[in-house]
């Protein structure tokens, strides 16, 4: 059958939004029993209300009943909402806050203290006393931002006691036992700034005799060092491993008990970061496979995508391993030859992935991929019609901007049936701001471009990945540097030819839609756009810094703008997007959840009204009961299909 031509934008799709919402179900974390070496993952049922299940992954059974969600609320991006161990799962339900233990074949239990606005995650069982839960606590009592209080604690689930192990710090993560559970390190950081701007481990000797608990000498902290210090793990008794971007790049090092030294893990560093900035807790972008052998498993990016290496302790070498996934999110050991890691490549979606490695693995050979769950139990689309990434590298020599390209692609269309028509394009802005747009198969991206539309992601300056230059880079300079970026990316590809500068709209989500409302609002960056959309972005980056936002990101903004709101209220308030609407000509649509804590409903609601107040055309959609980012199957679907319908009207499509 001959390929059809027919204009952008306008081509037949069964990448339908109904269909997205009812096949795919989000992968949020894998999980590895240490003891059993059985497998566990947890998955989001968006048909549910978003609620957070924990699967045997083997099995396929659900380990609990409906009334389960395994979600955490700390931070308000959570992460680390469970711990399996020895057959018994440890979670936090996030209706009560509570932590609940369950054993096979029982129902969950509490284990921590009732009638309590506590919040608890990251998790990690003492090896010998097999009763003590380590975890981070956030304390809502007072639920103002600025009032709640985190610790470290140890949970007894016995007596459902708690003891506080560490405290005084704005921020803690990570507690790790030892092997032999005389030692426990953590991580923890302080206002104004983020972990991977500044922060540091601690080692603290760890016995417990009885009820009581007591803390030994105090190993290594760096909390001199304007570095990024975090992830840690061990190897053995002796050994901690963890993650600094001393070099300039989030690297391997590692601290040994018995001498007290730390050094680097490598002969020499590797301009790639072994992991992504933490917004959310429990993140393990490494695994030890062998503790005997020291062999070590790390992802790493580079140019954007995940990248697998084995660690030899002996040469200090990185072994690459070819790997079809460009998006790697966790990995945790299964056995000594046994891994399992969440997963994506460009073709296929997020799954549990499980590797297994022969005795001596090279670059391409003794090792196999085995999908044990996939977040889309059969691709119901045809191949040809998955857009697949084009990084391009944009900017100068010195300060080069990545962004990647997917351009139109649909198995039945050969371009369009006009001959000088180039493709209406969708620039992207990730969130964070200091995040990555990634470059797994994602359905939102390919539901576009399977109409005919060019979809890019810019990686503007501050993204995380690229090392921490490129993250500094936004420093003082969010609402600036961010927005050129994206408008000049823009510009080069419809000066190219590839895409149609007249019909290219700039959206984003939270962060990200503080950039495409920014860009909009700029005097001259908005000449690169006809259309923007923002989800749940930011427009009054002054009254956000008053009212607060949640507190891990409270200061967060101190060092992108530059200062406080009290040092620098002018710059806050030239760089709100509410206070140039009248730059705004192009059409706006909104899209906000009603119980967002991180962005608040009336960032959306002041530009609305703002820009109504003007006589411009701007479009709002609240999503009830919905936070930062939606979760709801309707929520999504209607989200989704809002924002094609509106960019087809925009722009005149099919009409």
């Known amino acids: 059958m001959p390929l059809r031509k027919a204009p952008f934008g306008t081509w037949s799709s069964p990448i339908t939004a109904d269909a997205l919402v009812q096949s795919s179900i989000p992968l949020v974390d894998v999980l590895s029993d240490p003891v059993t070496r059985k497998i566990y993952h947890i998955e989001r049922r968006s048909s549910e209300g978003g609620r957070a299940v924990i699967v045997d992954t083997i099995a396929n059974t659900e380990a609990f009943g409906a009334n389960w969600n395994a979600t955490t609320k700390v931070h308000e991006y959570g992460g680390g909402s469970a711990i399996v161990y020895d057959g018994t799962i440890y979670f936090s339900h996030s209706p009560d806050g509570r932590v609940y233990s369950l054993a096979v074949g029982s129902e969950p239990e509490p284990v921590t203290p009732a009638g309590k606005p506590f919040r608890y995650a990251d998790f990690d069982v003492h090896p010998i006393h097999r009763h003590l839960l380590a975890g981070v606590l956030e304390d809502h009592t007072k639920d103002d931002p600025s009032e709640v209080v985190n610790t470290l604690v140890v949970v007894n689930v016995k007596t459902h006691s708690l003891t506080t192990i560490a405290s005084g710090a704005d921020f803690y993560a990570a507690p790790r036992f030892s092997p032999d559970g005389a030692y426990i390190a953590y991580q923890q950081w302080n206002h104004p700034d983020m972990p991977w701007q500044r922060s540091a481990i601690h080692v603290f000797g760890f016995s417990a005799e009885g009820d009581n608990i007591l803390l030994g000498e105090k190993h290594l902290a760096w909390d001199g060092r304007e570095v990024s210090v975090g992830y840690p793990g061990w190897i053995?008794?002796?050994?901690?491993?963890?993650?600094?971007?001393?070099?300039?790049?989030?690297?391997?090092?590692?601290?040994?008990?018995?001498?007290?030294?730390?050094?680097?893990?490598?002969?020499?560093?590797?301009?790639?970061?072994?992991?992504?900035?933490?917004?959310?807790?429990?993140?393990?972008?490494?695994?030890?496979?062998?503790?005997?052998?020291?062999?070590?498993?790390?992802?790493?990016?580079?140019?954007?995508?995940?990248?697998?290496?084995?660690?030899?302790?002996?040469?200090?070498?990185?072994?690459?391993?070819?790997?079809?996934?460009?998006?790697?999110?966790?990995?945790?050991?299964?056995?000594?030859?046994?891994?399992?890691?969440?997963?994506?490549?460009?073709?296929?979606?997020?799954?549990?992935?499980?590797?297994?490695?022969?005795?001596?693995?090279?670059?391409?050979?003794?090792?196999?991929?085995?999908?044990?769950?996939?977040?889309?139990?059969?691709?119901?689309?045809?191949?040809?019609?998955?857009?697949?990434?084009?990084?391009?590298?944009?900017?100068?020599?010195?300060?080069?901007?990545?962004?990647?390209?997917?351009?139109?692609?649909?198995?039945?269309?050969?371009?369009?049936?006009?001959?000088?028509e180039k493709p209406p394009c969708i620039i992207n802005a990730h969130g964070g701001p200091t995040g990555i747009a990634g470059q797994g198969l994602d359905w939102t991206k390919q539901y576009f471009t399977s109409r005919g539309w060019a979809w890019v992601d810019v990686d503007y300056s501050g993204s995380g990945g690229y090392g921490r230059k490129y993250i500094d880079r936004l420093d003082g300079a969010w609402g600036v540097a961010d927005v050129a970026d994206c408008a000049n990316a823009a510009a080069a590809l419809a000066s190219q030819g590839r895409v149609d500068g007249a019909r290219t709209a700039i959206r984003g989500g939270s962060a990200g839609g503080f950039t495409a409302l920014a860009a909009l609002s700029h005097p001259t960056a908005r000449r690169a756009f006809a259309a923007g959309t923002s989800l749940y972005g930011i427009s009054d980056l002054t009254r956000l810094a008053k009212a607060g936002t949640h507190k891990f990101e409270a200061r967060y903004m101190d060092k992108l703008i530059g200062g406080t709101v009290d040092e620098i209220p002018g710059v806050y308030a030239e760089r709100s997007p509410v206070n140039n609407a009248q730059n705004i000509r192009t059409p706006l649509l909104l899209l906000q959840g009603t119980e967002d804590k991180v962005v608040p409903p009336e960032q959306a609601e002041i530009i609305e009204k703002t820009l109504r107040a003007e006589g411009r055309h701007v479009e709002k959609v609240l999503f009830e009961g919905e936070g930062h980012g939606f979760v709801k199957a309707e929520s999504i679907k209607v989200a989704l299909e809002t924002e094609r319908a509106f960019y087809e009207r925009v722009f005149g499509i099919g009409a």
């Open 236 to 420: 053995d008794a002796d050994t901690l491993v963890f993650l600094t971007d001393e070099s300039g790049f989030l690297n391997p090092w590692a601290y040994s008990i018995s001498s007290k030294e730390a050094n680097p893990l490598l002969a020499t560093p590797v301009a790639q970061d072994f992991a992504l900035p933490a917004f959310q807790l429990a993140g393990s972008p490494y695994t030890v496979l062998d503790a005997e052998k020291k062999t070590i498993v790390f992802s790493a990016l580079k140019d954007g995508r995940s990248v697998l290496y084995v660690f030899k302790w002996e040469t200090k070498s990185l072994v690459p391993i070819d790997s079809p996934f460009v998006s790697i999110n966790t990995i945790r050991a299964v056995d000594a030859n046994t891994l399992v890691l969440l997963g994506k490549s460009t073709r296929t979606p997020s799954a549990v992935i499980k590797v297994k490695f022969s005795d001596s693995p090279t670059q391409n050979s003794g090792i196999t991929y085995e999908t044990l769950k996939s977040s889309m139990a059969s691709l119901p689309f045809p191949d040809g019609i998955l857009s697949q990434p084009e990084p391009l590298t944009l900017g100068t020599d010195s300060e080069p901007v990545h962004a990647i390209l997917y351009p139109p692609t649909n198995f039945e269309y050969d371009g369009s049936s006009n001959a000088a």
